[in-house]
Every structure is written in C-alpha cells, then in structure tokens.
C-alpha cells in the first residue's frame, strides 16, 4: 500500500509540474526515450512519467536519479542555497539581543518630588529602526550594522596638517652633516 502524500499549496505543486515539464524538455531534447531513462535511472516508466508531471508522490531521490540520467545533477546545489527568510530572522533575533544588552541601565531613576512628572520623550530614529527590525519589517543586515556604526569617523588629531597627495613630507627633518 503506498504511504500518503503530503498536501501541498497549489503554487508549490505549480512548482513541481514546472519542474517536471523541465525534465522532460531535457529528456527530449536529448533525444531519450522514456524507457531508456526510466531504466538508467533505476525506476519503472509510469515512475517516471509521474515525475515528468511533477507528481508529489515520487521521492527526491527519484527526482535526483532522473536529474542524474539527465546530466542535470548539479543544479540539485542550487535547492534551498538562498535563505531570505531565514537570514531575515537570524538578523532580526541579533539586533534584538544587541538593543537589550545595550539598553540596560544600571539603577532606576529616583522619583520626581511632589506631582513633577518626567517629560516623555520620543524615541530617536535609530531606535524606532531598531522596533521596525524587531517588527520583522525586513531591514537588511547592512541597515543594521549602519545602526551600530556610531556616526561619521573622525579624523586623528594631528599637529600637522593634512598635505596633498603626492606632495613630500616635510615632517622629517633631515640632520645638518
């Protein structure tokens, strides 16, 4: 009795179909037939006619032996290399254990004498970018490492000023002989 398939949305079987019309493109325009590809490939014809129309019942490996037959093996590096998401999250999960480590304060302020309230203050841009990467909002990693660089770098205090490129360095002093 044959396991059960999974169920999948209607744009990853989409997916699978399109992937199945590729194999079979391929197989043609090698001028293969059916059963000699089904045979080097360790399958029956029906198997492989299955997986020409991207049936979700047939296996990756299936998928793989096929790609194999076909020459097409190395594009199997390719599944599942770029994780958007993933990274997306993974940036998301850092900048949240930075802004917590670095908005600790040490001792809570001390209550205002009499009705005194503190003035409410509004959160700076780079903190709301940082609540905006907390969101999800899909801030690159480059965004969020803008957001830890503190500002434009200053340029070493020098006693002596900057000269032109190419021009000789008159620091040096040389010694009278």
């Known amino acids: 009795m044959p396991g059960k398939t999974a169920r999948l949305l209607p744009a990853t079987e989409r997916l699978l179909q399109a992937l199945g019309e590729r194999l079979r493109l391929a197989r043609l ?3 293969l037939p059916a059963k000699q590809v089904a045979e080097r490939a360790g ?6 006619r299955a997986i020409e ?3 979700p019942s047939a296996t990756l490996g299936a998928y793989a032996s096929v790609m ?4 097409l093996e190395a594009g199997l590096v390719l599944v599942a290399q770029d994780d958007p998401l993933g990274r997306q999250l993974q940036d998301t999960a850092l900048m949240s254990r930075l802004t917590t480590r670095r908005s600790r304060s040490p001792a809570t302020p001390a209550p205002m004498p009499g009705n005194a309230r503190p003035k409410a203050t509004h959160p700076t841009a780079s ?3 940082v609540r905006t990467a907390r969101a999800g909002s899909g801030i ?3 965004d969020l490492l803008e957001l830890l660089d503190p500002g434009p770098h200053k340029t070493p205090l020098t006693s002596s000023p900057a000269r032109p490129a190419g021009a000789p360095d008159k620091s040096r002093k040389s010694k009278p002989r």
């Open 29 to 31: 325009r090698r001028r």
């Open 43 to 48: 399958m029956a014809v029906p198997t492989l």
């Open 53 to 55: 129309r991207g049936s």
């Open 68 to 71: 194999q037959v076909l020459q």
């Open 127 to 129: 903190e709301r970018t």
């Open 140 to 142: 690159s990693s480059e």
